[in-house]
Structures are given as C-alpha cells and as structure tokens.
C-alpha cells in the first residue's frame, strides 16, 4: 500500500471530521455573534454624545465592558469564563464547551467593527432624514445600515476568519476541529503530512472567505 493510498484511507477520514467540526463552531459562533454584536455596535452609536439616544452613562459603560472583554486574549478567555460556560451549557469541553467562549470573544469585536462601521456614514444624511419627522428606527434600518452595507459586510469578514483562527485554540477544551487536528497529530505525533494539509485548508477556507466578502462589499458599494 502506497504513502498516498495510507493516508487518504487512514487520514483522511479523521480530516473530514475535523472540518466538520471547525464548520459547526464557526457557524454557531457567528450565528449567535451577530445577532449580539450588531444591535450592540447600533446601541453604541445610538447612545454616543449627539446622537439619537444619547446616554453618557450608559455610553460609557458599554464602552468599558466593550474594550475589557476586547483586551483579553481568546486563550485566556477561554479557561477564564469555564464555569460560566459550564453553567450555560452543561459542559466546559467539547464543542459546546468552545462555541460560549468564542460568542463571547467575538460579540465585543463584532459591536466595533459595527460602531466603525456606521460612523462613516454621513452624519448629515442621518440629520436630513432626522429633520423630516423619520423615526429614529427606520433611520438605523433604512439609512445607517443601508449606506454602511459595504464596510458592515467586510467587518463581519473580518469577525469570521478571527473566528477560524479562535476554534484552532478552542482545541485545547477538546471542542475538536483543525487547529485540534495539526496539534494533536501534526505536532504530538510528528505527521508533518497531517499539518500541511490543515493549514492548506485553513489558508484555502481565510481566502475564499475574504475573496466572498471582498467581493460582496463592491457589489453593495456600487449599488
């Protein structure tokens, strides 16, 4: 039996897997992220000084806990919120152990990326509709997530490859996944084979993924 034909029957099974894996983090991950981290970017710039519902002090607030959660690093995050993750989902490990920990990552990010987002619109577009009686939601459905369509599509593209690169690390709760497979096989057990073929997956996956985004991006800028 051939080095080739060994490892398609031995490995790549185990590889398959793993993708599958990485897919159902990242896709919970970011599922559960957006619906967080975009009406948080939205209530960030709602409440900022001058806008619609400003609130200095809810503001602030926001802004802290934004920027703390931010500040930690996803390998620290991930062992430091273990007992909420437990109580959350019954488990610290496995793959429901890794999805609370990279929701929890990636919401904060996700809120700025949107909070940049917006502020590029243009505030005296935001102030024309203002004026005319429009109410404040249909201005951040209609206007502000309208007009920032483009840079809203290239921060989540951001959000998800950061997400690709959190799941390698959530391997160390057990959750699985490429990042799980190059360590344990690639590097435990010296498979060089097994951990060029992970990281030609996970280059291949960022690219496409950007690739898509960058492309969606120009499509709504032109429209």
């Known amino acids: 039996m051939s080095d080739i034909q060994q490892f398609i029957e031995g490995r ?56 703390i959660i931010r500040s930690i690093p996803f390998i620290i995050l991930l062992f430091f919120i273990l007992p909420f993750t437990k109580l959350l989902v019954g488990t610290s490990i496995g793959i429901k152990g890794a999805i609370v920990p990279l929701i929890v990552h990636a919401v904060p ?29 249909h201005i951040i ?12 599509i290239l921060g989540l593209t951001i959000a998800l490859i950061t997400l690709i690169g959190g799941t390698a ?31 030609f997956i996970l280059i291949l996956l960022v690219q496409c993924i950007q690739t898509i985004g960058n492309k969606l991006a120009a499509k709504y800028k032109k429209g």
């Open 109 to 137: 990010n996700i809120a700025r990326l949107m909070e940049s987002a917006l502020l590029e619109v243009d505030s005296g577009v935001v102030e024309a509709y203002r004026s005319m009686g429009i109410r404040t939601r």
């Open 12 to 67: 790549l099974p185990i590889i398959w897997e793993s993708v599958v894996q990485t897919f159902q983090m990242v896709s919970v991950s970011l599922l559960f992220s957006v619906l967080l981290g975009l009406p948080l970017g939205v209530l960030l710039i709602l409440t900022r000084p001058g806008n619609a519902l400003e609130n200095r002090g809810v503001y602030q607030v926001l802004n802290v806990v934004v920027n």
């Open 141 to 152: 459905w209609h206007v502000l997530l309208r007009e920032a369509r483009p840079s809203i």
């Open 169 to 199: 690390m959530a391997g160390l709760v057990g959750a699985g996944g490429l990042g799980d497979l190059a360590y344990r096989f690639g590097h435990l057990r010296y498979e060089v084979d097994v951990m060029y073929v992970t990281v």
